[in-house]
């Protein structure tokens, strides 16, 4: 598959992503009413408020994601990736994944699933990964700013 081809997928699926997270988001409040009625979970009868709530923080916060990503791709196809705009991003991916993690263990006081733990440490290497990134991009952006001038 060439290079342009998996840009493009990654770009519209980014874009399906953020649009449908904002969606989902945005229609919370009815899903869960939806879902809790038609599966019968005993785990949230007597706790609508709370679950809205929780997942409307967590799908906020996986937009703000997805929104940095999609700005960071736009630099990666333009060909110039290596820029302050995406150390910037990094840095707010990280710090957005550390609450999903911490919101992720305020739900477990809720209902504890074995999921919801795998995903607060998901979370917690995701955060750490876009920190420990944004440095090595700021090294980068760096680096090429001092090549620039010296050409």
């Not at 598959?1 to 449908?20: C, G, N, P, R």
């Amino acid at each position: 598959m060439k290079k342009e081809t998996v840009a493009v997928i990654t770009k519209y699926l980014l874009d399906v992503m953020f649009f449908a997270g904002i969606a989902v988001t945005l229609t919370l409040p009815w899903l869960v009413k939806l879902v809790t009625a038609y599966f019968h979970f005993e785990d949230f009868e007597g706790r609508y408020v709370e679950i809205v709530s929780i997942y409307f923080v967590l799908g906020i916060l996986a937009v703000l994601i997805l929104g940095e990503l999609r700005k960071m791709f736009r630099t990666v196809l333009g060909n110039d990736c290596f820029v302050r705009e995406n150390v910037v991003s990094l840095q707010r991916m990280g710090t957005y994944s550390f609450i999903i993690a911490a919101v992720c263990l305020l739900r477990a006081f809720l209902y504890t699933t074995a999921a919801m733990l795998v995903l607060v440490l998901v979370f917690v290497i995701a955060g750490l990964f876009s920190k420990v990134l944004a440095f090595v991009f700021d090294k980068a952006v760096d680096y090429k700013l001092e090549n620039d001038l010296t050409i």
